[in-house]
């Protein structure tokens, strides 16, 4: 996937495939051909796990009065938009809506998707990437853009918890463990995410949100421990706020009655 595997697969049906080698046909233009009002995963960095294929929801305007064949599409890519790679399986996008028919105005939706199990996907793929639209106008031409929005993709993470003794008596000590882990895209599994700062954090009885209590470092395996004083039944869980290469998640709540 991180070496411009991809199809693209249209509203009418048609399929183009590429090989891993951006493959690009003679003829680019420049000019004739703009994009604007790009978004893409509404502005969410894109986070993937280890099996399951992720669909990320795009939206564009192009604005054009030459003939188009096929497209158009917008898409990650790094190095270069013609000649760099590109990050997704696949891509439908829909057929345009006219908003002035006159300009060449037209709108369309779109939807990238990212397979982690592809051959070419790999852990070096997660972090900052930019995004391209690309459309492949009559006669074998094609007009490439940087549309200068930039892109996070972040490896999946995973987080447990567990808060004992439940109940427990006002005044003693409740302990909390957990482990953070982070998908590993090169063996396809989630492995223990060392040395990662991860909050813990308690909802009161009656309480309709979080507040944090302290902050703890995952162990080279991405264990967590720490204790808290029993001062009042809740629930407990920990958070993890991601970092440019890997998403948040919260854990599971677990209740501890206080007595």
Do not use: C
Not at 134 to 142: E, H, I, M, P, S
Not at 211 to 231: C, D, E, M, Q
Not at 233 to 238: D, I, L, V, Y
């Amino acid at each position: 996937m991180g070496k411009s595997m991809w199809s693209a697969v249209l509203a009418g049906g048609a399929a183009l495939a590429f090989t891993w080698v951006a493959a690009v046909p003679a003829g680019a233009v420049e000019g004739g051909v703009s994009f604007s009002r790009v978004a893409v995963n509404g502005g969410k960095p894109i986070v993937i796990g280890v099996k399951g294929e992720v669909e990320v929801h795009a939206v564009f305007r192009m604005t054009t009065k030459l003939r188009y064949d096929s497209g158009p599409t917008v898409f990650p890519y790094r190095g270069k938009p013609d000649s760099g790679d590109t990050l997704h399986s696949a891509v439908i996008t829909t057929d345009g809506k006219v908003v002035d028919r006159v300009k060449g105005i037209h709108d369309f939706e779109e939807w990238l998707y990212f397979d982690p199990r592809d051959l070419d996907f790999g852990n070096e793929d997660a972090g900052a990437w930019k995004t391209a639209a690309r459309v492949y106008l009559a006669g074998d031409a094609y007009d490439t853009d940087d549309v200068n929005l930039p892109l996070q993709v972040r490896r999946a993470t995973a987080v447990t918890v567990n808060a004992s003794p439940e109940p427990v008596a006002a005044g003693r000590t409740i302990t909390v463990t957990g482990r953070l882990t982070r998908a590993n895209w090169d063996t396809h599994t989630y492995q223990g995410y060392a040395r990662s700062t991860v909050s813990l954090q308690f909802k009161a009885a009656g309480a309709s949100s979080y507040t944090t209590v302290k902050k703890v470092t995952t162990s080279s395996t991405g264990a967590l421990r720490t204790t808290v004083k029993a001062t009042r039944s809740g629930t407990w869980r920990w958070t993890y706020y991601g970092n440019s290469t890997s998403g948040a998640k919260s854990s599971a709540g677990d209740y501890v009655a206080v007595r």
